[in-house]
């Protein structure tokens, strides 16, 4: 007998909650924002808003489902299962936070607070997400599930980051991050025409990220590269303010990648930091002498409608 689907609600705590964890009572947080000509009314309404979302979507979900609750901060620390349906409840960040510890489990994208959001991942409205549940275990029934190109990072000892958006390559920090940088594929495993560069990092972005840090370096840069679709199986990637000097050079400072073809980095710095999309608190560590291989990552999300 196979298990029932469980239906897992992702969500982040609301503005009202870091204040009233910050200050400790909701009189001590809005005394803090009066004294700075600000007032706390609006930030509990749009609490009470997202909590009223939370419980319909959550009460959307059938009774015959398995369920289960994973805030954003918790997230590297969850178990998702292959028969879960995942409900990302909030902005269209949360959807990128989550996608990096999904394996093709299909995701529904919820926007809790219409108006406020620009709904590219969060697409749907809370009174949907009965139907959309329905879709996501029948797809033959007529739903559309995009499959969104996803980009990987995979380290010479086996550690593995995937992102949505992006993955940042460079110092943690404000320092100066050295490195070789040069293709690697199939047909050239090894980097042969690396160049030793000195920059701030390398960014490396998918055609959903395209629409955020990666379309900024994009625009920068008045770069001719044609920037990427979300479903396009091809990234874009950007060395942030390379410099050159006697040993560091400036002639790979960007470029695209298809499938198939990566990017490696071969780590000449004291330490460098690999994460994607924004999650410095869970990202790879790299040492003198490690190596990181970018490309399209095999996995991609399933995004439903």
Do not use: C
């Not at 503005?15 to 400790?24: K, S």
């Not at 269209?92 to 510890?101: C, E, F, H």
Request: cysteine-free.
């Amino acid at each position: 007998m196979s298990l029932a689907p469980r239906a897992v609600l992702v969500h982040r705590t609301t503005e009202y909650e870091e204040l009233l964890a910050r200050h400790g009572t909701h009189g001590q947080a809005a005394f803090f924002l009066s004294t700075r000509g600000r007032s706390l009314d609006e930030v509990a309404e749009r609490h009470h808003r997202t909590l009223r979302a939370l419980a319909d979507v959550a009460s959307a979900v059938p009774l015959t489902w398995r369920r289960s609750r994973v805030e954003r901060a918790d997230l590297d620390r969850f178990l998702f299962a292959p028969e879960d349906v995942v409900i990302v409840a909030g902005q269209d960040g949360l959807v990128a936070n989550a996608a990096k510890y999904l394996s093709g489990q299909p995701v529904i994208g919820i926007d809790t607070d219409p108006g406020r959001n620009p709904g590219v991942l969060v697409r749907h409205r809370v009174r949907d997400t009965g139907a959309l549940l329905r879709a996501a275990t029948a797809p033959a029934a007529g739903g559309r599930v995009d499959e969104l190109t996803m980009v990987e990072a995979v380290a010479d000892d086996g550690e593995r980051l995937v992102a949505l958006n992006e993955i940042y390559v460079g110092p943690p920090g404000h320092q100066t991050a050295r490195y070789r940088i040069g293709p690697d594929t199939e047909a050239t495993p090894h980097p042969g025409a690396a160049e030793a560069q000195a920059s701030s990092g390398v960014l490396v972005g998918t055609g959903t990220g395209a629409t955020g840090w990666l379309r900024s370096l994009w625009q920068e840069r008045g770069s001719t590269l044609r920037l990427p679709a979300p479903s396009d199986p091809r990234l874009l990637w950007f060395v942030r303010e390379a410099w050159p000097s006697p040993v560091t050079g400036t002639s790979m400072v960007a470029g695209e990648l298809e499938r198939g073809r990566r990017l490696r980095l071969s780590v000449e710095s004291d330490r460098m930091t690999v994460f994607g999309d924004g999650m410095e608190s869970d990202a790879l560590e790299l040492t003198w002498g490690q190596s990181v291989r970018i490309g399209v990552s095999p996995t991609s999300l399933r995004l439903v409608g």
